[in-house]
């Protein structure tokens, strides 16, 4: 019989409140925003102790990275049909005839095509990666993220055994 173990962290504390638009096939989104929630999944195998991974760790690392976004507005830097300037203290935006001039401490700039759900759960999976490179028995991490309710986008990677 082949064993499987996971863990997961879902906390009320594991969300953040940012502002974005989607751009792209002609349409430029409103600016709005979403409260969004982050879901961790960690597979593997177990260590001496019998964790897959300690949940304590786990939920620190997604909390710093949640805080990053937090309160912030989203602004992807690899969307070929926005222009994205920083000018001293001010970030201003481009698409077709809308412009958005924005204070840069309330601004962080994504290397995305886009601020999707989808795209958001990778840069989470991209750099939770980073900071479980190293550790022993890990065979998958998946990461959720919410950003209403019942409205997700995930991203799930094999990692290297």
């Not at 009320?12 to 989104?29: M, P, R, S, T």
Request: overall charge negative; charged content about 30%.
């Amino acid at each position: 019989m082949v064993q499987s173990f996971k863990v997961a962290v879902e906390k009320d504390y594991l969300v953040f409140a940012a502002a974005h638009f989607i751009v792209g096939q002609g349409v430029c989104e409103p600016l709005h925003g979403h409260n969004y929630r982050v879901h961790v999944e960690l597979e593997g195998a177990l260590d001496e102790v019998g964790y897959v991974y300690d949940f304590g760790p786990l939920k620190r690392m997604t909390k710093r990275l949640v805080d990053e976004l937090d309160h912030r507005v989203m602004l992807p830097l690899r969307n070929p049909m926005l222009q994205v300037s920083v000018e001293g203290e001010e970030v201003r935006v481009a698409h077709q005839d809308k412009r958005y001039l924005f204070p840069r401490a309330d601004v962080v700039l994504l290397d995305l095509p886009n601020t999707t759900a989808e795209h958001l759960a990778r840069r989470f999976l991209e750099r939770l990666k980073e900071e479980l490179a190293g550790q022993r028995g890990l065979t998958e991490l998946t990461v959720e993220v919410e950003e209403s309710f019942g409205q997700s986008g995930s991203c799930r990677e094999t990692l290297r055994r």
